[in-house]
């Protein structure tokens, strides 16, 4: 715990981040039904997976035309 304890600073900006694309991308997925590549099971599985690319990837990549 000693060793993690100097990057904490750093660390929960970027968890912060990760966990609010995450949800964003998450609940952009789970209400609509159209998108540019793939399913709606694919990009969950994606999103929830991949960390930080997972919901990046979705927003550049999946997310269809509104």
């Known amino acids: 715990?000693?060793?993690?304890?100097?990057?904490?600073?750093?660390?929960?900006p970027y968890?912060?981040?990760e966990f609010g694309l995450?949800?964003?991308a998450?609940?952009?997925v789970i209400k609509h039904?159209?998108?540019r590549f793939g399913n709606k099971a694919l990009w969950i599985i994606i999103?929830?997976?991949f960390q930080i690319l997972?919901?990046?990837c979705y927003f550049?990549?999946?997310?269809?035309e509104e």
């Open 47 to 49: 999103v929830l997976f």
């Open 60 to 64: 550049v990549f999946g997310k269809g």
């Open 15 to 17: 968890l912060i981040l």
């Open 54 to 56: 997972g919901p990046i």
């Open 22 to 24: 995450a949800i964003t």
């Open 26 to 28: 998450l609940i952009h």
């Open 33 to 35: 039904s159209e998108f």
């Open 1 to 12: 715990m000693k060793e993690i304890m100097p990057y904490i600073p750093f660390l929960i």
